[in-house]
Every structure is written in structure tokens, then in C-alpha cells.
């Protein structure tokens, strides 16, 4: 049989191309996600969840997850043309309508899910997942991008403790300070895109600030979330160690992004600091609800 027959007939592409196609769920930051849920899982409940509890969480999170990216690829696609002309939608490997419909079926899935806690996981579940789809469809180009990035970060860990029946009143002060990690985390996510965003229209809060003070307001913003998580342990009555075992490598992160544009200002150091600036907020967010737990 000849080769380019026996390789047309291979599962191997058709496998290749639904891979491909399955990136429209952006599962790199969907997993991710579902680990740091998880993590947070295990020190609500001070040791491991149930089994039943964990996969229903982990479940919930991947689909919530999966509906955010599917509907950006779907929202994004006529920008992704100009810019990323790798992603799935652009390149014809799934159709613009099959991904909302997925978004949509993805979305429903994990508002089941999170109803399997009850009510209020939902309502604190929706916050997040509502958050996400609001940047997708519109916030992302507006001034107000970085608001769902702010209503996010607290929504997570809120719903987390909200599931498993761990709720406590000190997690109300997530709603002060950790919005402040969240603008971090969205200006520094866009940076390393501004300007092929700005070339294809993109207005959103970065790039009606510019590059310089965008990293200014990120580094600032993420400084006084540290600040202010210090400064609520005076009220809080803080497990220190557990606190200075996330703020300080949090600390650290910050400056190491600081520096790293410093001395070298570009691409690269923009791409570094966003993923210097993540590790940090997980580490800092993880510190600080071990803390008073």
C-alpha cells in the first residue's frame, strides 16, 4: 500500500485534529484552575474532602472553566484572526456556533453540579462563572476589563468554603483586598498581548493606560494586597506561620517581576511577569485562608 494512503487513513490526524479542535476549552488555565480549587478544598476542610465532594467540585470547576473559554474563542474569534491564528475556531476545526452551543452545554453542567451543594453554592458559583462570560462577551473590551477579574478572585475561594459547609465570616474580607490581586493578574495577563490588541481594536483598561503605567498600577495594586492581608491580621488573630509562608514568597514573586522588566523591558520579561504575578496570588491567597482557618 502506498505511504500517503496508509497515513490518510491513520486515526492518528483525525486524532491530531480533535485534539486540536479541544483547545477551544483553553484547557491549560481550565486545569489549572481546577487544581487551585481543589487545593483550596483541602484547607477548607483542614484535611482531604470526601471523594463524592472532590470529583463534584473538580467537576464543577472544569466545565465552568471550559464554558469561559469556549465562549472567549467564540466571542474572540474575528480578533483571534488578526492575532492568534492558531486557535481552533480561526483555523476551521470547530464551528463558531458549535462552540457557544458547547459554551452553553458547559455552563448549564456546572451550574448542576454546583446545585448538588445546595443554593448558596450556586448563587457563589454563578458570581465566578458569570464574571468570566461577561469579559468573554463584553468587558474585555472596556475600561471596566479588569471587574471580572476582581469579582472572581474572591468568588473562588467564597463558593469553595460556601460548598463544603465551611463558610466563616472572616471570608468576607476577601472582598477588600483580594479584587487588588485580581487587577494585578488582569493587567499583567494583557500585557504581553497589548499591542497586537491595540492594532486590532482592543480598548480595554491596559491599553487606554499603557504599558508603563499598567505595570505601574499591577505592581502597586499587588503591593497593597499584601499590605492589606498584613493588616488584617491584627483584627484576625492570624496563624502567622501559616500567613508568612504564602506573603512571603508572594513578596518575592513581585519583586523578581519588578526586576525582571527592569532589567530587561520587552516581550519576554511582560510574559514572566504574568506568570510570576499568578504564582504569587495563589501563594498569597493560599496563605492567608490557611491563616484564619
Same mark, same amino acid.
Given at each position: ?8 487513513? *491513520? ?17 491549560? /488555565?481550565?486545569?489549572?484552575? +481546577? ?6 478544598? =483541602? =484547607?477548607?476542610?483542614?484535611?482531604? /474532602? ?17 464554558? $469561559?473559554? &469556549? ?17 481552533? $475556531?480561526?483555523?476551521? @476545526? ?10 452553553? @452545554? ?10 448538588? #451543594?445546595?443554593? @448558596? ?7 465566578? =462563572?458569570?464574571?468570566?462570560? &461577561? ?13 471580572? #477579574? ?6 473562588? /475561594?467564597?463558593?469553595?468554603? +460556601? *460548598? ?29 498581548? $497589548? ?15 499603557? +504599558? ?15 499590605? %492589606? ?5 491584627? /483584627? ?5 506561620? %501559616? ?9 518575592? @514573586?513581585? !519583586?523578581?517581576?519588578? &526586576? ?16 510570576? $504575578? ?5 501563594? !498569597? ?9
Amino acid at each position: 500500500m502506498d505511504m500517503d494512503v496508509a497515513l490518510a487513513r *491513520s486515526p492518528a490526524p483525525h486524532l491530531g485534529r480533535v485534539l486540536a479542535a479541544a483547545r477551544v476549552i483553553h484547557p491549560f /488555565p481550565t486545569f489549572l484552575n +481546577v487544581g487551585a480549587m481543589l487545593a483550596l478544598a =483541602i =484547607i477548607a476542610r483542614d484535611g482531604w /474532602p470526601s471523594a463524592s465532594e472532590l470529583l463534584r467540585l473538580g467537576a464543577a470547576m472544569f466545565c465552568a472553566q471550559a464554558a $469561559i473559554g &469556549a465562549a472567549n474563542d467564540y466571542y474572540d474569534r474575528d480578533l483571534d484572526a488578526q492575532t492568534k491564528r492558531w486557535k481552533p $475556531i480561526v483555523r476551521g @476545526l470547530i464551528e463558531p456556533r458549535t462552540a457557544l452551543a458547547l459554551a452553553a @452545554l458547559l455552563a448549564l453542567a456546572g451550574a448542576l453540579l454546583a446545585a448538588t #451543594f445546595g443554593p @448558596l453554592a450556586v448563587v457563589a458559583g454563578g458570581a465566578g =462563572i458569570g464574571a468570566g462570560l &461577561a469579559y468573554d462577551v463584553r468587558l474585555k473590551r472596556s475600561v471596566l476589563s479588569a471587574l471580572p #477579574f476582581m469579582v472572581a478572585l474572591p468568588a473562588l /475561594p467564597i463558593w469553595v468554603w +460556601v *460548598s463544603l459547609g465551611e463558610f466563616m465570616s472572616e471570608l468576607w474580607w476577601l472582598l477588600p483586598f483580594a479584587p487588588l490581586a485580581g487587577l494585578a493578574v488582569h493587567l499583567s495577563n494583557t500585557l504581553p498581548d $497589548i499591542e497586537s490588541d491595540t492594532r486590532a481594536g482592543v480598548r480595554g483598561l491596559p491599553h487606554a493606560l499603557g +504599558v508603563r503605567r499598567s505595570l505601574a498600577l499591577a505592581w502597586g495594586s499587588f503591593a497593597a494586597a499584601i499590605a %492589606f492581608a498584613f493588616l488584617l491580621g491584627l /483584627p484576625l488573630d492570624y496563624d502567622w506561620r %501559616f500567613f508568612l509562608l504564602g506573603a512571603v514568597p508572594a513578596t518575592a @514573586l513581585l !519583586l523578581a517581576s519588578i &526586576a525582571a522588566y527592569a532589567l530587561r523591558p520587552g516581550q519576554a520579561a511582560l510574559q514572566l511577569g504574568f506568570g510570576l $504575578i499568578g504564582i504569587a496570588t495563589a501563594c !498569597l491567597a493560599g496563605g492567608w485562608l490557611a491563616a484564619v482557618g
